[in-house]
Structures are given as C-alpha cells and as structure tokens.
C-alpha cells in the first residue's frame, strides 16, 4: 500500500496510463487562481496559456501547486519519493473560442530517457466532454512512439500543432473532473481534447513529475526537486519564484519556451 494509492490502482495505472479522479485543492481556491489567470491576461496582454513548458514559475501559488501534497503523495506511489517538476503549462480554452489540442504524445519533443514522467492535470474549472476534458486513448503508452504531423495550426494549444493521424476516437476515455481536481497520465499515452462548445472557459494546469533518475537527452536543462533527494544532478535547478510575475522568472520561462518550439529539434519517432 502506498500513500494514497491501492495495489490495484498503480496496477490500473501500468496497464491503462491514466487514473483519475483525486483531489487537489478546494474548489473555491480553484476558483480564485482562475480569477488571477483572468488577471494576468488582462494586464499582461497575453495569456498564461502561451507559455509552454514554465507555467507553475509564473505565479507563488502555481509554484505551491506543483509542490502540493495531495498530489505529490499519489505521484510518489507511482515514479518513487525523488521527484523534480520538469515543466507545466496552463491550458485555456475560452468559451466557444475554437480552440483544441490535437492527438499526441507528451513525449514527442520532451527529449527524456527513461520515459518515466507523469502528469498531474490540475482543474481550475470543471472539465468535462462539453468544454473539452483530456481524452485519452488507454494502453497506448505501452507502444513505440508515434509520428507526429507538425501543423502549426493556430487554433492547436500544442506548440507546433503536432498531431498523430489515424486514432480510432471511439476507444477515448474522457478524464472529467471538477475544479480542484486533478488526473493523472503517461508520458506516452496518446491524448487531446476536443472545442469547448460552452459559453465559459474550461482552464487546468499540467504540471510534469519525473524521478530523479531520469536524464535529458537534449543536453542540460533545468527542473525542481520537489520531494526527496537527488543523487543523480542530471538537471540544473530552476529558480524560485519569490513573487507573481517576476521580470528574471518571465524570462526564464519565455527560454525555455523557445528552446521547446525549437524547430531544430527533432520528434522522438524520427531520432530512434
């Protein structure tokens, strides 16, 4: 028995790749992040949403949801207690906006060994098949990479529009949740979310656990303990967030944002 986690739920989660639901945070301070994303747009000029791979640095309390108990407490009982958070982003999708994300593999352009990440999808709002939840297609995780299509589609949240061809959607499972609630899934499963096709915004946060032990193929990069200790020093650390919306923090995360939309860097299926 683990911490939060049964026998049968970690052997659910090896062979399926995804568990859902548990809980994160109330929903009434979901609903004050959510009212602080609104915020920053507004007085920023763009979204926290266009921010790929630095999300959780962006704000004190995203920074205090990536170390969130509740959360590292089930993640610990499936990748072990030295855990860093390698990246976040924030999803958003507004009201009938068009907005989507199309089939892929979080492990496409990562540039991991091993492939042992987890993600945490935390609900700031309710996410369900009306506003477009993730999906996820089970057991995928267990076979080699996809090829990716790059589309560069402007209504496509993914950084390079990458999209696997061919899935056979009738297999999906809709990760529904409610606001403070948080999902869990592979780095390899295959997932996406379709239009939100409601009147309000459907908002979460990804934020990606791997063990210490895993190492970047791309050269050094940064990450952050999170719980436990790390004998490996794979990564560089990155740095702590000592207020909202840091000049040298938004700079750090825009980095490392750009070295992801990298075009030079090639997908995982086409670099063996």
């Known amino acids: ?19 859902a639901p548990f809980r994160a945070i109330p929903a009434a301070e979901a609903a004050a992040r959510r ?15 266009s921010i790929h791979m630095k999300g959780h640095l962006a704000f004190r309390w995203s920074w205090a949801l990536a ?13 072990g207690p030295d855990i860093l958070v390698f990246a976040s982003k924030f999803w958003i999708k507004g009201g009938r906006d068009g907005i989507f994300v199309s089939w ?3 492990s496409a352009y990562f540039g991991l060994e091993p492939h042992a990440l987890v993600t945490a999808w935390v609900a700031l709002t309710p996410s369900h ?5 993730v999906r996820v ?13 790059e589309t560069y589609h402007e209504k496509n949240l993914l950084a390079r529009g990458q999209t696997i061809d061919g899935i056979d959607e009738t297999k999906a499972v809709d990760l529904v949740l409610e606001a403070g609630e948080f999902s869990l899934h592979h780095e ?27 190492r970047s193929t791309l050269g050094r990069r940064t990450a952050a303990l999170v719980r436990g200790t790390d004998r490996f020093g794979h990564w560089d650390t990155d740095p702590e967030p000592a207020r909202d919306r840091d000049p040298a923090i938004l700079a750090h995360m825009r980095a ?17």
């Open 1 to 19: 028995m683990g911490r939060r986690l049964s026998a049968d739920q970690v052997e659910f989660y090896a062979r399926e790749g995804y568990l």
């Open 35 to 49: 009212t602080g994303l609104d915020a920053f747009e507004r007085e920023e000029g763009f979204s926290a949403g």
């Open 67 to 79: 170390r969130n108990t509740a959360i590292l407490d089930v993640v610990e009982d499936l990748i």
């Open 104 to 106: 892929h593999q979080d």
């Open 129 to 133: 098949p009306a506003n477009g939840c």
């Open 137 to 149: 297609m089970p057991r995928s995780h267990t076979g080699p990479a996809f090829s990716h299509r």
């Open 188 to 214: 390899r499963i295959v997932h996406g979310s379709t239009a939100n096709e409601t009147d309000d915004a459907r908002i979460g946060l990804a934020l990606f656990y791997i063990p210490t032990e895993v």
């Open 256 to 272: 490392a944002m750009a070295r992801y939309k990298d075009r030079s860097v090639a997908q995982e299926a086409e670099t063996g």
